[in-house]
């Protein structure tokens, strides 16, 4: 018997290699797993489990080959450079070490070592199309031979809407009356707001409050709203007259009559304004023009409460306390649609920005839905139960959603995603009816007024261009400290 000790390593190395290039680390604990793959005979596995013939066990654990999928790995191409700085006789012992001596062999010619294998990848995972399908099998997870790029993306997370207004102003006065509408914000970031006999002017920029107009104590406003341009604003009074007043000067340029009775809701496009009374008329009112009115528009049986132009100013919609909807075009006394699903009064209705013909409107206490609608031909195309009288709606112009105001009885403010209407956000803080709404400039911001007479400032809606958040939390008042 030859006297020499053997290698610990159990390796026949090379000429020009010693024990200190090639360092095998052992580990103790025979329950870990060893071996990165098994290998393909049982000689092999004997030569690496029995590295001297005086051990009786080995130090490794060789998994099972039946129960491992090696097929589905490769190795590198035959004659592909191995990792900068390393060492190609090492390479190659190692290989040989892992995967066996009949994995490959050693080619002499040229003295030139060279590993021969059918396979081009070296640990490189491919699809196994041979076998069932795993439950984490790329064909499981996407399409083909690669995990799609959906499933490997983690999935948006929902848009978070701030629960808490970041404004509130005081606003004494405010009524609460569901036939009115007294808040407006114009394009020039400017807020109008009807408290009894006067109207109050905002500034949102730097807060200062301006009183636009007293209308006396025989009178009261009913409506304000502002033109696109945002430099003029109208005023509906209860005496049923309709003002126009230059919002930068603070003076009155025109006075138009033709109600018989308040004047409870306005609509401007952009050459027309459309009033809308008690007395369930709706005149057309040219400021060009020296009439007070330039056409009359009659076929509600009750207030018209609710009017709003189309964004291309060819149709006007009309809501009234007679449960009707009406659609009219510019140059027709009749209206061209009469939507009549609705079983109260329609004071909510809002234009969708982002789809021509689309009209979202709401009933009130009894009816208590939103309904959509396609005026090209009159569907209703879909609807939802809210829970409670809805007061106003305003489509955003930044994203495909909507927000909607409510009364009796819960006094919410929500938010919805269009078409598939799906909650974004659920937001209270009014003690009573959410009567008023207008969206900010920029889209992001609504305000909102009750009967509790405060106005409450939400950030619902993500806008187009990073905005710098509002970060101030207080209580203004709206005419009280600064005016009175």
Not at 55 to 78: M, N, Q, V, W
Not at 206 to 234: A, F, M, P
Not at 466 to 476: A, E, I
Request: aromatic share 8%.
């Amino acid at each position: 018997m030859d006297s020499t000790p053997r290698r610990k390593s159990g390796l026949n190395l090379p000429s020009g290699m010693n024990e200190t290039s090639l360092r095998l680390e052992t580990f103790s604990s025979s329950s870990s797993f060893r071996a990165v793959t098994c290998v393909s005979s049982p000689r092999a596995i004997s030569s690496l489990s029995s590295p001297s013939k005086t051990s009786s066990c080995s130090d490794r654990f060789i998994p099972c080959r039946s129960s491992s999928r090696l097929h589905t790995f490769g190795l590198i191409e035959k004659g592909s450079p191995v990792k900068e700085g390393g060492d190609e006789a090492y390479a190659r012992l190692l290989k040989s070490e892992l995967f066996g001596s009949d994995f490959g062999s050693f080619s002499s010619a040229g003295g030139q070592g060279g590993l021969s294998s059918p396979n081009k990848n070296m640990l490189r995972f491919k699809t196994d199309h041979s076998g069932p399908n795993s439950p984490y099998s790329p064909l499981i997870l996407g399409n083909g031979s690669r995990v799609s790029s959906e499933s490997s993306t983690p999935p948006k997370p929902p848009r978070k809407v701030p629960k808490k207004p970041h404004k509130v102003l005081d606003a004494p006065s405010l009524q609460d009356d569901f036939y009115l509408n007294l808040v407006d914000w114009s394009s020039q970031n400017v807020l109008a707001v009807g408290l009894g006999t006067c109207v109050y002017l905002w500034t949102a920029s730097n807060s200062k409050v301006t009183r636009l107009c007293d209308l006396g104590h025989n009178d009261s406003v009913c409506s304000v709203q502002w033109t696109r341009e945002g430099s003029y604003i109208s005023v509906g009074t209860h005496e049923g007259q309709v003002q126009v007043w230059d919002g930068t000067q603070c003076k009155r340029v025109r006075t138009m009559g033709g109600h018989q009775t308040r004047t409870g809701v306005l609509a401007w496009n952009s050459r027309t304004l459309a009033s809308g009374s008690r007395d369930r008329h709706i005149l057309q009112h040219d400021l060009r023009i020296p009439s007070d009115y330039v056409s009359k528009l009659v076929c509600h049986k009750s207030e018209v409460c609710g009017l709003k132009w189309s964004h291309d100013d060819r149709e006007l919609a009309s809501g009234g306390n007679d449960n009707q909807l009406l659609v009219w075009n510019q140059h027709s006394q009749l209206p061209i649609l009469k939507l009549t699903e609705h079983t109260a009064a329609v004071k909510a209705i809002a234009w969708s920005p982002h789809q021509s013909g689309l009209l979202a409107s709401g009933g009130g206490t009894a009816d208590r839905c939103i309904r959509f609608w396609n005026t090209t031909n009159g569907h209703q195309l879909n609807h939802v139960d809210t829970g409670s009288q809805v007061c106003n709606l305003a489509w955003s112009k930044n994203v495909n959603e909507l927000v909607s105001t409510h009364g009796y009885s819960q006094n919410q403010i929500m938010v919805w995603k269009y078409p598939s209407l799906s909650k974004v956000a659920t937001l209270v803080g009014h003690s009573l009816r959410v009567l008023y709404l207008a969206m900010s400039p920029d889209g992001q911001t609504i305000v909102t007024g009750a009967g509790d007479e405060t106005l409450r400032f939400w950030n619902v809606f993500p806008s187009m261009k990073t905005q710098t958040p509002v970060k101030d939390t207080g209580l203004w008042s709206l005419g009280r400290t600064q005016i009175r």
